[in-house]
Nanobody
Framework: QVQLVESGGGLVQPGGSLRLSCTVS????????MGWYRQAPGKQRELVAT???????NYADSVKGRFTISRDNANKALYLQMNSLKPEDTAVYYC????????WGQGTQVTVSS
């Protein structure tokens, strides 16, 4: 059974940084295009960054230049480095496959506030 476990969230001041991690068990991780999603209170879940098996990346305009997605295929891990955080980045962050979704993990809460 494929499982997703996200970690690394927390409370940070505006302008601060966080690094999120996601581990994927029970799958052929290296061939998947993966993404980071987020869901803010009262809003729909949105895709913020993707990375292909060949490590090509793409970002939502709202995070471009501030967030960096990366992966470690040997350890079946996905990362999201978030810099210059803004209050509007506050959300629960999730990782998942692009296309055929894996059952969602619990996510990790990111709160940007002074």
């Amino acid at each position: 059974q494929v499982q997703l476990v996200e970690s690394g969230g927390g409370l940070v001041q505006p302008g601060g940084s966080l690094r999120l991690s996601c581990t994927v068990s029970g799958s052929i991780f290296r061939v998947y295009t993966m993404g980071w999603y987020r869901q803010a209170p009262g809003k729909q879940r949105e895709l913020v960054a993707t990375i292909t098996s060949g490590t090509s990346t793409n970002y939502a305009d709202s995070v471009k230049g501030r967030f960096t997605i990366s992966r470690d295929n040997a350890n079946k891990a996905l990362y999201l480095q978030m810099n210059s955080l803004k209050p509007e980045d506050t959300a629960v962050y999730y990782c998942n496959r692009i296309g055929i979704l894996i059952p969602w993990g619990q996510g990790t809460q990111v709160t940007v506030s002074s």
